[in-house]
């Protein structure tokens, strides 16, 4: 195994690869239940989280290894002042990998230059979450296929803030690279900065920007991550970006919804789409499994 940081390095090849053992571990995970025997997770998150870090959890303890970690730094010496560097020092010392969720954009990269074991990046800040986005990429071949070139000439938009987001970046390193034709659509004060140097469409109005999809991944508004007085009014954002039934009738028939979660329901995504047939949510949970023991194999 070795450090997962980005996708950047990430050949179609290896996500192919990655994508048929995930299929191996779903149709026969008695298989698997032994391949992370007498291996030990260490699990850092320096920023709250429900999927990822549970999830992680329970694909090492299905493989057959054992986890310990911290979901709040507040319970570990980092409250005394320890740095990164030495807990990543101390933390690779007892676990044979790390998996860090850290605010700050980077902070993996530099663990994985401390680390002793690979070090799987959990999100850091808006840069990067590449589990999330093999997690995604996962859920839409089971819908779009197994061919190999499924994903070529399909339009997915991405819809909310996208600024903020690393599941978004992440996303549209991978998709990109796998033939799918991105786009992005947010206010502008929430678009990335430089998106017009990206290999993406980008549209303000989401009305326009779902025509012609074929899946629709909204994004939350991080209200924690917000430059002082530039929130949005979230009336008018969720009158305007909030993904709707009207919207979805604007896109190709059978289109998919996706949302890495958390969902604000009724800023991102309304309650009837998050909860209907067309939406991937609850698949993107349960890959998520499945695609980390691969990840953690
Ligand atoms: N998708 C995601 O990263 O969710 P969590 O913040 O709950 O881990």
Redesign the pocket.
């Known amino acids: 195994m070795r450090h997962i940081i980005d996708l950047c390095d990430l050949t179609e090849k290896e996500f192919s690869d990655l994508y048929k053992l995930t299929t191996n571990i779903i149709d026969r995970p008695e298989g698997y239940a032994d391949a992370c025997r007498g291996k030990v997770l260490g699990s850092l998150f320096y920023?709250?989280?429900?999927?990822?870090?549970f999830?992680f959890q329970t694909a090492m303890l299905r493989a057959g290894g054992t986890v310990f970690g911290f979901a709040d730094p507040k319970s570990t010496s980092t409250a005394k002042g320890e740095t990164l560097k030495d807990t990543i020092k101390m933390v690779s010392g007892y676990a044979d990998v790390v998996v860090m969720?850290n605010p700050k954009e980077g902070a993996a990269k530099a663990a994985s230059l401390y680390s002793n074991v690979p070090v799987v990046n959990?999100?850091d800040g808006w840069h990067a979450?590449p589990t999330?986005a093999l997690l995604d990429a996962f859920s839409l071949r089971q819908v779009w296929g197994h061919d190999r070139n499924a994903f070529k000439g399909k339009n997915l938009l991405i819809l909310g803030d996208c600024a903020h987001s690393r599941?978004c970046r992440s996303n549209v390193l991978l998709l990109t690279k796998l033939g799918v034709n991105v786009s992005l659509c947010a206010p502008r004060t929430l678009l990335p900065a430089g998106v017009d140097n990206w290999p993406v469409t980008v549209h303000t109005d989401s009305k326009k920007a779902v025509r012609d999809m074929d899946a629709v991944m909204c994004l939350r508004l991080q209200l924690e991550r917000q430059q002082a007085g530039l929130l949005p009014d979230l009336r008018e954002y969720s009158k305007r970006f909030c993904l709707t039934t009207a919207h979805m009738e604007l896109a190709r028939s059978g289109a998919h919804i996706m949302h890495?979660?958390?969902i604000l329901r009724g800023l991102d995504v309304s309650d009837a789409l998050a909860d209907s047939s067309q939406s991937l949510i609850l698949d993107q949970v349960s890959a998520?499994v499945s695609v980390r023991m691969a990840v953690l194999y």
């Not at 920023?47 to 870090?53: G, I, K």
């Open positions: 920023e709250p989280s429900t999927r990822t870090n999830s969720r959990a999100g979450h999330q599941v890495p979660g958390p998520g």
